[in-house]
């Protein structure tokens, strides 16, 4: 059962919305292209499930439009705006069936029985439920409570599909699993959608680009790779992946010393003078380490720990300067070194991102 | 946007006008009570009644009697059933159900109905002592102190902390006193309150077996001076009130 | 040994409840259906349902459904409108309260009444000065209508500690997700709401009706014998009112309350467990 339709593009325009004295949303401006999946993503209080909400219809802008379709949908009832929504927990309507929980929004638009049913049955196979059809929530795990839901939201052929954080109430496992089923299935029925999560993980994995938010405001919106690779605000770059921060000083050219190594300046800040100070953002697999007694550049140091994480280790180094460096190496190289070992530390890329401290001295060195 | 708003406005006043009417209807007869009991002779009002309450003989022996069944229902309530809770969440794990069926059966059986039978089957002897009264009141209690302390023990799991307590090495007796009953503490003290309300209003098989207690004196006072009945009529409930609210104080304090 | 010793740990309480509650019931049901005599007979239950005392029976249905019915609905009604306020303070007063009011009876409830809507109550004279007369009529407090007034004062309180933890339990998911899936106010309730209150209303309301129906302090304090209830019967009886060769009679009417109670509190239970099952 094919469900490919003309997907629908989304446009959040100047949304603001405060609670009380606290502001939830600052003139939020957020495009979805048509089949995209977008996540917002961010620490809890930063405002994407409040965007989320305001989208679905279920609160109300103080000033702002939703369009969607090209069509102004601000004041349009949240009844009314084809969307589909996966809740976080506790969605389904314990006194229904599996099926006729996915048929709820068939029967709510006066689709017949047979009709629905077998619409629901349809879909329930499409995630993997087709099994359970009579079954109720309360027989059900987590993971396939989730699945129902998803299955009862796209049931209606929404133009646009919004989870709440659909995944964090689940097992790892479950939520790995479920994570790649909605994409496939968003994929393959190209509905436009926004997905909120506090999980860096999680979004950078599915979706086609990332919006990271902090009190209200949208830091960056970018593809996983740049997020990854340039974090636009110190804020972005600590949410997304882990760093080191190494403490550096801008030289002419520039040029940053980290670990031994002259780096290039990536990006990151604006133009900073010679001798400002800054951090440099080094990416734990962006570390090499050899043994002390072996003649490379970098810095000395001692491991301090090895936590073994499968198909790759990760060490902590204490470099005799004091420093704490974190180094991701595949498990058959970091086999050799164990704690106490004493090693050297060298950056392997060309190029760093640098931040600015959180003070700002600039001395002349 | 102004809409939706207005709309939450109007079902905002709705509620608030049920909640009031309901007040009303709650409030107005307790206000008649006091207007009632604070008239006297000569159409002023003044605590002359509440005063007859203390200058009356009856009183005193009355609420002896009331207290006496109080300590001896809720002690007997507690000795029965708080070792019998325990049990059968500790080791007697699948008498359970049993237990909480018959613990309930009480509610089935309409009180004037169980005296009835009460007076019929009693040996002559217990029936010349109100502290038979005592006896069943403990019965009357029990689906209420059986479900305070299974709520109390369940929310707990006390089977895991008893078993992490006797790994440790400590002794059942030590298990019992110093992590059963402490724990048990808020469930012992709603228990014992509930039965406490229980005993001081109890009137269908006080009056039924004809002993003097507190609320069977008050119907009695209640034939020859309508205003002292109603005085301690809102005596009672005042008191009623303070009880069920230093429930819930010690309630409280132990949740924080 | 070990089931040897729980056996004997729940011996108090078996005996206990044995004596003092199984066998005052026994006594009740055995009689019910004895002659003076012992031998067995059926003639006092078949009495215990005919001509003032089938109307006793009748009357006192009557009064439970009723107030059960009325208990139900405005005490549905005040728990709904205290949850929609949302205020916090007001919940747990509530609770306390209705603790207390589910507990009043008899003559200080009865007195409370004659002090509010007697011939010189509060309320009466009130009304008279709106120029309502509530006893211009025929209406009496005594009747069966005072009787249901009166004893709504512990069947609403009773209905709100019932279904408060049932309305709690709605989760508010469910209903945006039903508006979101484009269901109206009505649908919701139709489709979703109503279903799930339905079991814990229907318990309540068998809860209320086996309340009233067993009820007695109340009835004698308002009533004093001018309506049949059998409550006051079996009440009447034991107190020395006895016929002649129905000295049994009283316990026929016994059993036929255990036998109206105990179907109320089976089906509450059985509504009770569903709900459960379903609010996870």
Same mark, same amino acid.
């Given at each position: 059962?094919?469900?490919?339709? /003309? ?9 603001? @919305? ?23 993503? =961010? ?19 103080? !000033? $702002? ?46 689709? $017949? ?54 995944? !964090? ?7 790995? *699993? ?7 299935? +968003? ?28 009190? =209200?405001?949208?830091? +960056? ?32 050219? =520039?040029?940053?010393?980290?670990? $031994? ?31 002390? %007694? ?28 004091? +420093? ?34 959180? @003070? ?6 | ?33 006091? *207007? ?11 605590? %002359? ?15 002896? &009697? ?31 159900? &049993? ?25 002559? /002897? ?36 008893? %078993? ?62 309508? !205003? ?29 | 040994? @070990? ?30 259906? +004895? ?34 019915? !009325?208990?139900?609905?405005? $005490? ?26 589910? /507990? ?16 010189? =109550? ?32 512990? *069947? ?125």
């Amino acid at each position: 059962m094919t469900m490919t339709r /003309n997907s629908t593009s989304v446009e959040l325009r100047n949304l603001r @919305r405060t609670f009380g004295s606290v502001v939830a949303l600052d003139n939020l401006n957020l495009t979805l292209n048509p089949g995209e999946l977008i996540a917002l993503l =961010g620490p809890s209080g930063c405002g994407k499930t409040t965007a989320l909400r305001l989208l679905a219809g279920l609160d109300q802008p103080d !000033s $702002g439009e939703i369009v969607v379709g090209g069509k102004d949908i601000t004041h349009v009832p949240a009844s009314k705006r084809n969307m589909g929504m996966v809740f976080q927990s506790y969605s389904l309507f314990p006194n229904l069936t599996a099926a006729q929980n996915v048929a709820f929004g068939l029967r709510v638009r006066r689709v $017949g029985r047979v009709e629905r049913l077998k619409r629901a049955a349809e879909l329930l196979e499409l995630v993997g439920l087709g099994e359970q059809r009579d079954r109720y929530p309360h027989a059900m795990s987590g993971g396939q409570q989730q699945r129902v839901a998803l299955a009862r939201a796209i049931a209606i052929q929404p133009d646009v599909l919004l989870l709440d954080e659909p995944l !964090s109430a689940l097992d790892a496992m479950v939520r790995s *699993q479920l994570r790649d089923e909605i994409r496939r299935l +968003q994929i393959e029925v190209g509905i436009t959608t926004l997905f909120v999560t506090h999980d860096q993980e999680e979004a950078m994995a599915i979706a086609d680009r990332v919006g990271v938010m902090r009190s =209200g405001n949208l830091e +960056q919106l970018d593809a996983p790779p740049s997020l990854y690779a340039r974090p636009a605000t110190p804020f972005v770059a600590s949410f997304v992946g882990t760093n080191n921060n190494l403490p550096t000083i801008v030289e002419a050219g =520039g040029i940053v010393q980290v670990l $031994g190594r002259n780096l290039g300046i990536a990006a990151g800040s604006d133009e900073l003078p010679v001798g400002a100070t800054a951090n440099a953002l080094l990416r734990p697999e962006s570390v090499s380490v050899a043994r002390a %007694d072996s003649a490379t550049a970098g810095l000395r140091g001692t491991v301090s720990t090895t936590s073994f994480l499968g198909s790759t280790t990760r060490l902590v180094l204490k470099l005799d300067a004091g +420093q704490d460096v974190l180094v991701d190496l595949p498990s058959t190289v970091a086999r050799e070194f164990a704690a106490g070992d004493e090693v050297i530390a060298c950056a392997t890329t060309n190029e760093v991102v640098i931040q600015h401290q959180e @003070r700002v001295v600039i001395e002349d060195v | 946007m102004a809409a939706v708003v207005k709309q939450r406005r109007k079902y905002h006043i709705t509620a608030w006008v049920i909640v009031f009417l309901v007040f009303l209807y709650f409030i107005l007869p307790i206000a008649g009570a006091a *207007q009632f009991s604070l008239r006297e002779r000569d159409d002023t009002y003044g605590l %002359d009644a509440y005063r007859m309450i203390f200058q009356t003989p009856e009183l005193a022996e009355v609420l002896k &009697l009331t207290l006496r069944l109080t300590l001896i229902s809720v002690a007997l309530s507690m000795a029965i059933m708080v070792p019998t809770v325990t049990l059968v969440h500790l080791s007697a794990k699948k008498y359970r159900r &049993l237990v909480e069926f018959v613990s309930i059966q009480p509610l089935v059986i309409p009180p004037v109905v169980l005296v009835l039978g009460v007076v019929n089957v009693m040996p002559t /002897n217990w029936m010349g002592s109100p502290d038979l009264l005592a006896f069943e009141y403990a019965v009357l209690a029990m689906p209420f102190t059986f479900r305070a302390l299974d709520a109390g023990l369940t929310n707990l799991d006390i089977k895991t902390i008893v %078993d992490a307590a006797r790994g440790l090495g400590a002794s059942w007796f030590t298990v019992l006193l110093r992590i059963v009953a402490p724990n048990l503490k808020s469930g012992i003290f709603g228990a014992a309150f509930l039965t406490i309300a229980l005993v001081l209003g109890e009137f269908t098989m006080a009056s039924l077996m004809l002993w003097n207690t507190f609320p069977t004196w008050i119907a009695t006072v209640g034939q020859s001076d309508a !205003s002292l009945s109603v005085a301690l009529s809102v005596a009672s409930l005042a008191f009623a009130w303070v009880l069920l609210v230093l429930l819930s104080f010690a309630d409280r304090r132990r949740k924080a | 040994m @070990r089931k040897f010793r729980d056996v004997v740990g729940l011996f108090p309480f078996f005996a206990y409840t044995a004596v003092f509650f199984g066998a005052p019931t026994v006594m009740v049901i055995v009689k019910a259906f +004895q002659d003076q005599n012992g031998h067995w007979t059926l003639a006092n239950v078949v009495e215990s349902v005919q001509d003032v005392y089938f109307d006793s029976f009748v009357e006192s249905l009557k009064l439970a459904f009723a107030s059960a019915a !009325s208990g139900t609905i405005i $005490g549905f009604a005040g728990a709904y409108a205290l949850l929609a306020t949302g205020n916090a303070w007001l919940r747990k007063i509530t609770q306390t309260a209705a603790g207390v009011f589910a /507990n009043t009876g008899g003559i200080p409830l009865a007195f409370m009444f004659i002090a509010a809507l007697g011939t010189y =109550g509060l309320v009466t004279q009130m009304l008279l000065k709106l120029g309502i007369d509530i006893y211009a009529g025929s209406w009496t407090l005594f009747g069966f209508s005072g009787l249901l007034i009166v004893y709504l004062y512990f *069947q609403i309180p009773l209905m709100i500690i019932v279904i408060l933890p049932a309305l709690e339990a709605q989760r508010k998911e469910w209903r945006e997700a039903a508006t979101n899936l484009g269901a109206t106010t009505r649908q919701y309730w139709l489709h979703v709401g109503g279903p799930i209150l339905f079991a814990p209303v229907a318990g309540a309301f068998l809860l209320l009706f086996a309340n009233a129906f067993a009820a007695y302090a109340t009835a004698r304090a308002l009533t004093s014998g001018t309506i049949p209830l059998v409550p006051l019967q079996i009440g009447s009886l034991l107190s020395g009112n006895v016929i002649a060769d129905r000295a049994n009679l009283g316990f026929a009417l016994g059993f036929g309350m255990i036998v109206i109670v105990a179907i109320a509190m089976y089906v509450y239970n059985a509504t009770q467990k569903r709900a459960a099952k379903w609010l996870q």
